[in-house]
């Protein structure tokens, strides 16, 4: 199992900065692939960026270009570096972690029904 623990989240003006942390502990099995989804309440989950051990990122169109995945192995941290923020990315945002291979299929996808443990949220919030 994997424990996960997001902080970072705040307020900014829209064309701000955040970047969010993640610190990951437990069988590190479970932390093969790594991600961000983020959710609106009444609206359904979205995962939109995903990080292999081997620092391969896939990204989803809505964050493409403004926000960076990254990892630091050593100390089991996940980052979510978010640029030129628009109120649409409002949203609590969730650390999410999965084994390599669960359920028969392996890989890292970016698919929400593929990761298995999340944190708690960090909220963040962009004002026009």
């Known amino acids: 199992q994997a424990h996960l623990v997001e902080s970072g989240g705040g307020s900014v003006e829209a064309g701000g900065s955040l970047r969010l942390s993640c610190v990951a502990s437990?069988?590190?099995?479970?932390?093969?692939?790594m991600g961000w989804f983020r959710q609106v309440p009444g609206k359904e989950r979205e995962i939109f960026a995903i990080?292999?051990?081997?620092?391969?990122?896939t990204y989803g169109d809505s964050v493409e270009g403004r926000f960076t995945i990254s990892q630091d192995n050593a100390n089991n941290i996940l980052y979510l570096q978010m640029n030129r923020l628009e109120p649409e990315d409002t949203a609590m945002y969730y650390c999410?972690?999965?084994?390599?291979?669960?359920?028969?299929?392996?890989?890292?996808?970016?698919?929400?029904?593929?990761?298995?443990?999340w944190g708690r949220g960090t909220q963040v919030t962009v004002s026009s």
């Open positions: 999410t972690s999965s084994p390599y291979c669960r359920r028969g299929v392996c890989g890292c996808r970016l698919l929400i029904d593929d990761f298995l443990y």
């Open positions: 437990g069988n590190p099995y479970d932390t093969n692939c």
């Open positions: 990080i292999d051990k081997s620092g391969r990122a």
